[in-house]
């Protein structure tokens, strides 16, 4: 392993704890919407460019050779093989209303062997190294570094015990597009009769250490970027969970599926089975 994990791990949460941080004391009273993106309720503050203007910045100073991919401003080619992909405020819309769901996603990934470096790291074929997602309205940090485990403020993480699906606690997360929207909500319907209950909290990367911390059983989303999940998907893993695509596919931006071993299983097989729907 050329990369050292540890080192990456501990640059992620510098970035991801100082980025939370001007965020988290920047925040006015009443957040405005800078500019909207896929549709109106797709929102960007002036706080999300800022947050991602910093990590910008200081990986340029601490790891200058290093690729980044953001959600804002796109894809810097680096040279070492290794690229930052950070989300500078996952959660926007609980960051606009002033809810405590939302967090600063930072991840080194490396593409596979050979893999052109002008190129964007995708999730069907990277590895993450190291991942760091901040909470600052409560204050807490998940890290994971690859074979290094997963831990929040310092404490090892370990995802649920495998149980049925009939008692397990599902997250999900819908995407801006209103015809999205209609077939994520037909899977809501029918999907939740079968569960213990369905929560949408609102931040992509934290769903995803939520299964890590055992506070969700299972957690799925059509749709994600690469960015929402970099990171959550490493602490996930780190944790214990299974994270995978359907179909034997990888996760990536058709379908995000986490969960232990033994309870994943089912809720893969549901969505399966759902008609084949390339908007759901
Ligand atoms: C969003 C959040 C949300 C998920 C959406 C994402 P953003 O990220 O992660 O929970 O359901 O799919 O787009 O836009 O706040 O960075």
Known sequence: EPHDVSALVATAQILAREAGSLVHEGRPAR???????????DVVTAMDLASEELLRRRLAELRPDDGILGE?????????????????????????????????????VVGPPGAPLDRAPEPQTWTALAGAVHAPADGRT??????????????????????PLELSLVGTGFGYLVERRRAQAAIVAELLPLVRDIRRLGSAALDLCAVASGALDLYYERGLAPWDQAAGALVAQEAGALVTGLHGRRADHEMTVAGTPGT?????????????????
């Open 142 to 163: 998940f890290l994971a570094g690859r074979g290094l485990g997963a831990t929040l403020d310092g404490e090892p993480l370990r995802v649920n015990e495998p149980k």
């Open 31 to 41: 957040v405005r919407v800078h500019a909207t993106k896929s549709s109106p309720v």
């Open 264 to 280: 994943i299983e089912a809720l893969v097989t549901f969505l399966e089975s759902r008609k084949a729907d390339s908007t759901a």
């Open 72 to 108: 804002e401003q796109g894809f810097v080619p680096g040279t070492s093989g290794v690229t930052w992909v950070v989300d500078p405020i996952d959660g926007t819309v609980n960051y606009l209303y002033g809810l405590a769901s939302w967090s600063v996603s930072v991840a080194a």
